[in-house]
């Protein structure tokens, strides 16, 4: 019998543990990533917490972190100017880069 990986709540199959966490082959790279962030800020590192938080979330989310102060006051008053969300704006500009392609 196989455990659930404890990211994202599948079968994880030929798992892998990091810091007392058990993870899918999938996770395991996503977790490994955000410790080594955490790490190279001089952060303390808690797998598990890592990855309840991944667990938790419905949906492929991404967290962007160290967004320049003057770049980040430029997308909210664009939002503001386009009368919609800082969410919707940021989707927009991902979707338009990708048809430049």
Known sequence: MSRACDACGGEAVAAVSIGGTYLCRTCSPLIQIEI????????????????????????????????????????????ARRDCTIRDLIFEAIKMELEKT
């Open 36 to 79: 080594d962030a955490l790490r190279a800020e001089g952060k303390p590192v808690n797998a598990p917490k890592i990855a309840a938080i991944f667990r938790r979330q419905s949906s492929p989310d991404y967290l962007l972190r160290d967004i320049p102060p003057a770049l980040w006051e430029q997308v909210k008053a664009e939002a």
